[in-house]
């Protein structure tokens, strides 16, 4: 018996319906319209599928997504939308906390590692329970009045457009329009999966629907755009950078040195990396890390460059140029 034939009877006991999942795709079309009689009929037809979904605005339900293990994260994200009794943890360590939808949308990075599922589907395969019971999703508490409900006025990070703006475009017009929502999306996404989730999540959107492979093939054209740094939608077109660091090779040669390395590899791109295993390839002989580390943070304290996600565990930082 896989995961969805598991726990698809518990779940619809707590008035939750959910849908078989086959790697990381939806086994079946019209997921996120299904209910608990459809459910249970799934149940039976796929009782092999090792992971299952929900549809969360049919389940009611606002997941609070965090995606990284630092507990910290989870605490700050809960002191600024609510506690909730029900959290949970994925096999790579990320936190899960559920809310009662509030009417909620989707909304990607209203906190750094943080992200709202409040429509389209969350997934679940091996989660564990960290707190609370399965006879808490009921009784969910609404997010506090500073979340991003659309029924309330909220202080969150400005966000791109929602997805309601795809609503009523016309058949031919889908492409494109599609893109243009990707593109504005993309910056707050980790990596192309993240981008296709929402552009799956999108395209429930449009009165008739987009068949899988243009949603998908839509979404890596936006995310090709984002991975050159070229994705002047959301950001406006970059500027270079300096030619010249004025004064910097008095106050930090170091840090003059790591400029030069940067622009050479770096000057047409709007984000990239400074990992510690470049101290390695440094001219005009390796350096120490801490070495590297001092003429990082001369670049950040002169504003030539400025940290935009901090290193988290399997990913490195991501560094753009001038202040922010």
């Given at each position: 018996?896989?995961?969805?034939?598991?726990?698809?009877?518990?779940?619809?006991?707590?008035?939750?319906?959910?849908f078989?999942?086959?790697?990381k795709?939806?086994?079946?079309?019209?997921?996120?319209k299904?209910?608990?009689?459809?459910?249970?009929?799934?149940?039976?037809?796929?009782?092999?599928?090792?992971?299952?979904?929900?549809?969360?605005?049919?389940?009611?339900?606002?997941?609070?997504?965090?995606?990284?293990?630092?507990?910290?994260?989870?605490?700050?994200?809960?002191?600024?939308?609510?506690?909730?009794?029900?959290?949970?943890?994925?096999?790579s360590g990320?936190?899960?906390?559920?809310?009662?939808?509030?009417?909620?949308?989707?909304?990607?990075?209203?906190?750094?590692?943080?992200?709202?599922?409040?429509?389209?589907?969350?997934?679940?395969?091996?989660?564990?329970?960290?707190?609370?019971?399965?006879?808490?999703?009921?009784?969910?508490?609404?997010?506090?009045?500073?979340?991003?409900?659309?029924?309330?006025?909220?202080?969150?990070?400005?966000l791109?457009p929602a997805?309601?703006?795809?609503?009523?475009?016309?058949?031919?017009?889908?492409?494109?329009?599609?893109?243009?929502?990707?593109?504005?999306?993309?910056?707050?996404?980790?990596?192309?999966?993240?981008?296709?989730?929402?552009?799956?999540?999108?395209?429930?959107?449009?009165?008739?629907?987009?068949?899988?492979?243009e949603?998908?093939?839509?979404?890596?054209?936006?995310?090709?755009?984002?991975?050159?740094?070229?994705?002047?939608?959301?950001?406006?077109?970059?500027?270079?950078?300096?030619?010249?660091?004025?004064?910097?090779?008095?106050?930090?040669p170091?840090?003059?040195?790591?400029?030069?390395?940067?622009?050479?590899?770096?000057?047409?791109?709007?984000?990239?990396?400074?990992?510690?295993?470049?101290?390695?390839?440094m001219?005009?002989?390796?350096?120490?890390?801490?070495?590297?580390?001092?003429?990082?943070?001369?670049?950040?304290?002169?504003?030539?460059?400025?940290?935009?996600?901090?290193?988290s565990?399997?990913?490195?930082?991501?560094?753009a140029?001038?202040?922010?």
């Amino acid at each position: 018996m896989g995961l969805f034939a598991e726990w698809q009877p518990q779940y619809a006991e707590r008035a939750v319906p959910s849908f078989p999942v086959v790697g990381k795709r939806p086994a079946i079309k019209g997921y996120l319209k299904v209910g608990l009689e459809g459910s249970r009929e799934l149940a039976a037809k796929f009782g092999d599928a090792s992971a299952f979904g929900i549809p969360l605005s049919r389940s009611k339900i606002t997941v609070l997504d965090v995606d990284t293990p630092d507990e910290r994260v989870l605490a700050d994200a809960m002191d600024r939308f609510g506690r909730s009794p029900f959290i949970v943890r994925s096999g790579s360590g990320n936190w899960q906390a559920w809310y009662r939808n509030g009417g909620e949308g989707r909304r990607i990075r209203p906190l750094p590692d943080v992200d709202i599922l409040g429509a389209g589907w969350g997934t679940k395969g091996i989660y564990t329970l960290v707190e609370g019971s399965l006879d808490d999703l009921p009784d969910l508490p609404l997010m506090a009045s500073s979340g991003c409900a659309k029924s309330r006025t909220y202080n969150c990070t400005p966000l791109p457009p929602a997805i309601g703006a795809l609503e009523g475009v016309a058949p031919g017009s889908r492409n494109n329009s599609l893109w243009r929502f990707l593109m504005t999306q993309a910056p707050y996404c980790d990596d192309a999966d993240a981008l296709i989730d929402v552009a799956r999540t999108a395209a429930e959107a449009f009165a008739s629907p987009m068949a899988d492979g243009e949603v998908v093939k839509t979404a890596l054209s936006a995310w090709r755009y984002e991975a050159e740094g070229t994705n002047w939608i959301a950001r406006g077109k970059q500027r270079q950078a300096p030619t010249e660091p004025d004064g910097l090779i008095w106050e930090s040669p170091d840090g003059f040195i790591l400029f030069k390395v940067l622009r050479y590899y770096n000057a047409g791109r709007a984000r990239f990396f400074i990992a510690n295993e470049m101290a390695k390839t440094m001219p005009p002989k390796p350096w120490k890390r801490e070495r590297l580390a001092s003429a990082r943070k001369a670049l950040l304290d002169h504003g030539h460059i400025t940290l935009i996600r901090r290193a988290s565990t399997g990913r490195a930082a991501v560094y753009a140029w001038g202040r922010a």
